[in-house]
Structures are given as structure tokens and as C-alpha cells.
């Protein structure tokens, strides 16, 4: 069966240190891999994918994410927080299912960035 | 412009009421999905539609029904409504590889 796991409810860091939320996937084949924020009140924002290719993804924002397929782990990277990355993040795989492709969620990391 | 949209945003009702959300989608895609995102923010699909055809259905209690009368629509309707549907339903539709999804919609069952 297809899974994400973001281990971490909560990631604190502090405005111009790097951070990284944590991803690992169980699927089975080549995973297609996501990321998305949500803010408050606010729906999901696409910030990068994993298809195929180079293993560091760069998506906007400033984010970027590290595939690593022998640890089966997607996490996301910025090298300098800002108090506006405040949000929750969202890993997320994709899924087959009767011809149809849908997204399997892992349970969201809270980032909190602070002054 | 508005990619995907949905209506309304807020939705307070009693217990039992029928109610429905729409969603439109603007951006020329065959499939198009409702996720619940429920209070513990934990996302899950409920539906998809590819070109107006259900094509997956995940346990969702039939109280709620889909119906797309074109593939920029997919409408969700729930029945009898529950405190547990207590809920913010994004709806989305999707390219080849990517999903877009709506602003959601906060239903709150008093």
C-alpha cells in the first residue's frame, strides 16, 4: 500500500537558518513526489514535485527538496527561513487507482519560523 | 481568473439539512477530485472524476453524492448531514502530474 510519513507534527526555526521538513514514502514502482503549503485559512499551493531525474528538486519560494531512494525519503530544504515560510506542509505521493491518479497525504508538518 | 474555484466558502447548518458545494474549474483538465481536510488537518480523497465518470470512490458513506454535469464541474451534495462531516472540503483538479486545488470550504454542522 502507498504511504507518507512526515514524523515531525511541529519544525521551529529561527528566521536565516536553514530548515528541513521531513518525508518518507513506501510505494511501490518509481514515486512521483509532492510538496504542498497551506496557509492559514488558505488552500493547498503546489511548491515542487519529484518525477524523474535530478535528485535535488528546486520549486518556489526558495524551496527545494532532496529525493533519496534508498532511503525513501523526500524532505524539504531552505537554506534561509523566513517568518512568511510559517505555514503547514503537506508531502505527498501519488497514487493509482482505476486509471486515475490521486494524491496520499502524509499529516502535515507545522513550521514555525520565528524573528 | 481563478484556476479552481468553489462555493461558498463558509457553510454553518443543523444537523440533517442537505447541502451542497460547488466547484469549477477553469484550467481545462480532465479530473477533477474533493479531498477533506478534517480537524486534526489530516488530508484525505473522497472522490475523482475523469471527463464527468466516477473513477474513485474512497468508502465515502453514500449520504454524499458527486455529480459533474461537465468537466469543468464537480459538485459534492451531502445528505442528512452529520456532526462528523464537520469538515474544510477542498476540491481540485489535476494536469498530468500536478493537482490545483480550491480555496475549501468550511461546513460546520451544529
Known amino acids: 500500500a502507498q504511504s507518507v510519513a512526515q514524523p515531525e507534527d511541529q519544525v521551529n526555526v529561527a528566521e536565516g537558518n536553514p530548515l528541513t521538513v521531513k518525508c518518507t514514502y513506501s510505494?511501490?514502482?518509481?514515486?512521483?513526489l509532492f510538496w504542498y503549503v497551506q496557509y492559514p485559512n488558505r488552500g493547498l499551493q503546489f511548491l515542487l514535485k519529484?518525477?524523474?531525474?535530478?535528485?535535488l528538486v528546486k520549486g518556489s519560494y526558495g524551496f527545494e527538496a532532496e529525493f533519496n531512494k534508498s532511503q525513501t525519503s523526500f524532505h524539504l530544504k531552505k537554506p534561509s527561513a523566513l517568518v512568511s515560510d510559517s505555514a503547514l506542509y503537506f508531502c505527498?505521493?501519488?497514487?493509482?487507482?482505476?486509471?486515475?491518479?490521486?494524491?496520499?497525504f502524509g499529516s502535515g508538518t507545522r513550521l514555525l519560523v520565528r524573528p | 481568473d481563478t484556476a479552481v474555484s468553489q462555493t461558498p466558502k463558509y457553510l454553518v447548518t443543523q444537523m440533517g439539512n442537505d447541502k451542497s458545494i460547488k466547484c469549477e474549474q477553469n484550467l481545462g483538465h480532465d479530473t477533477m477530485y474533493w479531498y477533506k481536510q478534517d480537524s486534526k488537518k489530516f488530508l484525505k480523497i473522497m472522490f475523482s472524476?475523469?471527463?464527468?465518470?466516477?473513477?474513485i470512490n474512497e468508502t465515502v458513506p453514500n449520504r454524499f453524492s458527486p455529480k459533474s454535469p461537465d468537466k469543468a464541474h464537480l459538485n459534492l451534495h451531502i445528505n442528512s448531514l452529520e456532526l462528523g462531516d464537520s469538515a474544510v472540503y477542498f476540491c481540485?483538479?489535476?494536469?498530468?502530474?500536478?493537482?490545483?486545488f480550491g480555496p475549501g470550504t468550511r461546513l460546520t454542522v451544529l
Open positions: 472524476y475523469n471527463n464527468k465518470e466516477l473513477i
Open positions: 505527498a505521493v501519488r497514487g493509482v487507482e482505476g486509471g486515475s491518479y490521486k494524491l496520499i
Open positions: 481540485a483538479s489535476s494536469s498530468r502530474h500536478e493537482q490545483f
Open positions: 519529484y518525477i524523474t531525474g535530478d535528485n
Open positions: 510505494v511501490s514502482g518509481n514515486p512521483y
